[in-house]
């Protein structure tokens, strides 16, 4: 059975590193064609796609968030890490990471339920 | 980028009548080589995450009720109920990955009539 879940902060100030967690059971991620991403949703609104890490280490971002967001992966302990930078309340959103297998890039199959991070002082 | 444009925003529907909701893609998300359109509709309840319905455009993911159908192909995909249940009330979303950055429409609430 595939699981995920997300971690991290409910609450960070405005200028400060978010750091998430994405905890996966059921799959090593070292498999070709296993991929996880990240994808955040504020209050009300449609989804956005953030960044994807392959099994092989490659990583694909959106372009504009490129520059503050960092995606990595620690297969031992079967986690991705996602780090956003210099967060803005616009920033305020469910993240949810979620996994893919398939070398054709198939979309998620199997989303972990969420983590809502607040950007306030 | 691929901009996805979902309509309506907002659908009213019967129980056991038709309910269609369409994506258009500014770009085609069919790739040649594999004769496969990148896009996919997800089902999202309150308070949950996204579940994947259709991938591949056509494709009903395992467990999923048979009234749910897609097509479509290049630029313009449909998602079709057949027979609306109390359950299928939601939103909707299409999504392309054919391209990165991969994008979503911007939803469709289903409801009751």
């Not at chain 2, 009213?12 to 269609?20: C, D, F, H, I, N």
Request: glycine residues 8%; proline residues 6%; hydrophobic residues 30%.
């Amino acid at each position: 059975q595939i699981t995920l879940k997300e971690s991290g902060p409910t609450l960070v100030k405005p200028t400060q590193t978010l750091t998430l967690t994405c905890t996966f059971s059921g799959f090593s991620l070292t498999t070709s064609g296993e991929g996880v991403g990240w994808i955040r949703q504020p209050p009300g609104k449609a989804l956005e796609w953030l960044a994807l890490i392959y099994w092989d280490d490659d990583k694909r971002y959106s372009p504009s968030l490129k520059s503050r967001v960092t995606i990595t992966k620690d297969t031992p302990k079967k986690q991705v890490v996602l780090t956003m930078t210099n967060m803005n309340p616009v920033d305020t959103a469910t993240y949810y990471c979620a996994y893919r297998l398939g070398l054709d890039d198939p979309p998620f199959h199997h989303w972990g339920q969420g983590t809502l991070v607040t950007v306030s002082s | 980028d691929i901009v996805m444009t979902q309509s309506p925003d907002s659908l009213a529907v019967s129980l056991g009548e038709r309910a269609t909701i369409n994506c258009k893609s500014s770009q085609s998300v069919l790739y040649s080589s594999n004769n496969k359109n990148y896009l996919a509709w997800y089902q999202q309840k309150p308070g949950q995450p996204p579940k994947l319905l259709i991938y591949w455009a056509s494709s009903r993911e395992s467990g999923v009720p048979d009234r749910f159908s897609g097509s479509g192909s290049g630029t313009d995909f449909t998602l079709t109920i057949s027979s609306l249940q109390a359950e299928d009330v939601a939103v909707y979303y299409c999504h392309q990955h054919y391209k990165t950055p991969q994008s979503f429409g911007q939803g469709t609430k289903l409801e009751i009539k």
